[in-house]
Nanobody, 123 residues
Framework: QVQLVESGGGLVQAGGSLRLSCAAS????????MAWYRQAPGKERELVAT???????NYADSMKGRFTISRDNAKNTVYLQMNSLKPEDTAVYYC?????????????????WGQGTQVTVSS
């Protein structure tokens, strides 16, 4: 089994910064694309950013220039540095990982989600 555990959320004033982390653990052989999503109250979950195993990144337009996704493959961890935060960034942030793992020595691929971490930006 594989688990994703997020940390780093909290309350911050507008214009401030936060850094989220998400660590994957378990019977991991490798991790392909990792990503961050967010879901604000009353809204659908939306993509924030993605990063491939080779380090290629992609961002939602509203996050470009303010958010930076990165990863440490040795630690199976993905990060999200969020700067110039706005009240509209308030949401639960979820990490997502496409993981190649082994069960009874049989390799499989599955996408996993973390439990989410709350980010609240006050005006």
């Amino acid at each position: 089994q594989v688990q994703l555990v997020e940390s780093g959320g909290g309350l911050v004033q507008a214009g401030g910064s936060l850094r989220l982390s998400c660590a994957a653990s378990g019977s991991i052989l490798s991790i392909n694309t990792m990503a961050w999503y967010r879901q604000a109250p009353g809204k659908e979950r939306e993509l924030v950013a993605t990063i491939t195993s080779g380090g290629s990144t992609n961002y939602a337009d509203s996050m470009k220039g303010r958010f930076t996704i990165s990863r440490d493959n040795a630690k199976n961890t993905v990060y999200l540095q969020m700067n110039s935060l706005k009240p509209e960034d308030t949401a639960v942030y979820y990490c997502n990982a496409n993981v190649r793992y082994a069960t009874n020595s049989i390799p499989k691929v599955r996408t996993y989600w973390g439990q989410g971490t709350q980010v609240t930006v006050s005006s």
